[in-house]
């Protein structure tokens, strides 16, 4: 028999499988989860959400893939492009949860990840400069409308004149605002949470390689109780020390993000992408753009593999870094959606590893 069986669902997991998992004889403990949500996936495996030619049977083929990883809910992230491509793909991301029943299931809204950001390098990261632009409140109406009103988190920098404006139509819109690829100053980003921003996209990235010690925006957008704060906690993103400094201080608004690209599960090697150009993928599994090392391009890692990576290192206690990835975002999601994770998944806990083992029917079998 299993040494523990920890239960984080709140007691909704059934006498049967309990019972199911008690036969089991493994040194190590079983933990029963609520079904992992990421906020942000930009592709997976080989599939680019970003992709001109991204067509609905892609939605569903990565849809299918995140489910055999204990994904119960995602939030497929379209950054910086032009008008038109932007058009193109809600479209496809919509049509897929008109057709497939999963993609319905799982995609609770798109994120939008730009263009709405900062024109410097450094903050702008890997996104194309010709296409960021200032805030706009007729086109994200018309996102808005092409997507079925799927657009539920934008990405944008407080930095631009009209910020005001716009974050308090997509607040009446049901669009959670977050703060990102950002060079605001103090009062542009205390004027963004008076306006409603509820989040950091990928805290401590998509940021200047070097800042002035005080004041600078990641320290600002720490200080506000207000703030949720996603982070990329795979290694390369941010030092182990960082994230555990972002732990104590953001707490219960902690969520862990993978920022996966289509580069995820890829061999290691140099690639071309269809918008940040070329770019290289460690074995370590580091992605960066190659004509700048230090700028990173996305993740090449699962919400599942960072789950793991944190078990390994033990960056961070490992119940809590699941309710990063599964209580703390459905807790903020909800002020724009409406679902309940009622997934359960089950992971095997050993000394040195952390092993997916199935959702909550597949236990049964």
């Not at 493994?26 to 991204?54: C, H, T, V, W, Y």
């Not at 809590?320 to 999601?333: E, F, G, K």
Request: proline content about 4%.
């Amino acid at each position: 028999m299993s040494e523990e069986i920890v239960d984080l669902t709140k007691g909704k997991i059934s006498p049967k499988v309990r019972k199911k998992l008690e036969s089991i004889d493994k040194p190590g403990r079983f933990i029963i989860s609520p079904a992992l949500i990421d906020i942000q996936i930009n592709g997976f495996s080989g599939i680019d959400f970003n992709d001109e030619k991204l067509k609905v049977e892609d939605i569903e083929y990565v849809s299918m893939v995140l489910a055999g990883q204990g994904i119960g809910f995602y939030c497929p992230t379209i950054i910086t492009n032009s008008e038109e491509k932007i058009d193109y793909l809600l479209n496809v991301i919509k049509q897929a949860t008109e057709q497939f029943e999963l993609c319905k299931k799982m995609i609770l809204g798109i994120h939008l990840e730009g263009p709405f950001i900062s024109k410097e390098d450094g903050p702008r990261g890997a996104h194309p400069l010709e296409f960021v632009t200032a805030p706009n409140v007729k086109l994200i109406q018309r996102w808005k409308e092409i997507s079925n009103n799927l657009v539920k988190i934008i990405t944008v920098s407080p930095e631009w004149e009209n910020m005001d404006e716009f974050s308090d139509y997509c607040i009446k819109s049901n669009i959670l605002v977050s703060i990102g690829h950002t060079s605001a100053n103090t009062g542009q980003i205390e004027q963004a949470v008076r306006h409603g921003a509820a989040c950091s996209t990928h805290l401590g990235n998509g940021s200047h390689s070097l800042l002035k010690r005080h004041p600078n925006y990641i320290w600002d957008q720490l200080s506000y109780d207000q703030l949720y704060a996603s982070i990329i906690a795979d290694g390369h993103h941010l030092p182990d020390n960082v994230i555990k400094i972002f732990a104590k201080v953001k707490n219960e608004k902690l969520i862990l993000i993978s920022d996966a690209t289509q580069f995820s599960g890829k061999q290691p090697g140099d690639y071309e992408t269809l918008i940040g150009g070329k770019v290289t993928l460690t074995k370590e599994k580091r992605l960066y753009v190659a004509d700048h090392p230090e700028y990173l391009a996305g993740s090449a890692m699962g919400l599942l593999d960072i789950l793991k990576y944190i078990k390994k290192l033990n960056v961070l206690d490992l119940e809590y870094a699941i309710s990063c990835a599964t209580n703390h975002p459905m807790d903020m999601l909800k002020r724009v959606c409406k679902f309940n994770n009622d997934a359960i998944i089950v992971f095997y806990e050993s000394e040195d590893d952390l092993e997916y083992l199935g959702t909550y029917d597949e236990v049964l079998d």
